[in-house]
């Protein structure tokens, strides 16, 4: 019923490994602007939502359609592998923006060809209903999305808090999955456009 229920059934995280140019490479800002991540440590905690990390680095939330299946960090194995990807680079995100980070290619039960990415709440505001144009590609022109609407609704996504981060999953054809893993810090091209949100009190 609702589409990120996909999460729950996507067994195969640990084929991260299948699209390694992508993973942990670039993000991208509201601006568009590309930006380069590092490795460092995290710490533990829970507020609000399912979270995890520390008061200094990146949170990870369950999204909302998947918490009320009764997903959490601990007891699923997607957002286990995501976790400790934000643990490992608690970091990641434009201060003071919203941005996208490239986690990997990954494939559910079916077989079907999934892209994610985190989504990270870097302004100092909860926000709700967020949507963006994205554009993914290479500097050849070729593109996986060019300015694709992006739609995250409060129903299946929850409210993402300040300094957290709730996982993206865009769907891949076989074109499109071939394309991203052709990409890597020097050839890619990302970019968000119109992005819109409601602030949360």
Known sequence: MRKYLVLLTILSILALAACGKTEGNAG?????????????????????????????????????????????LDNNELYTELNKII???????????????????IHDDQGNSKLVLFGINK???AIKNFAFDYTL????NEFVWEKQRVTMAEEETGVLQPNSAVPVVLSLTHEQEELVKTLDENNQVMAIENFTFEEVE
């Open 137 to 140: 590609g290479n500097k050849d």
């Open 87 to 105: 643990q490992k680079n608690p970091d990641i995100g434009l201060e003071n923006d919203f941005s996208l980070y490239v986690v990997n290619t």
């Open 28 to 72: 991208t800002a509201v601006d568009g602007q590309t930006n380069q991540t590092e490795d460092t440590s995290k710490g533990h905690e829970k507020a609000g939502s399912e979270t995890d990390g520390s008061e200094a680095g990146l949170k990870l939330q369950v999204l909302k359609g998947d918490a009320e299946a009764g997903a959490t």
């Open 123 to 125: 302004l100092p505001v």
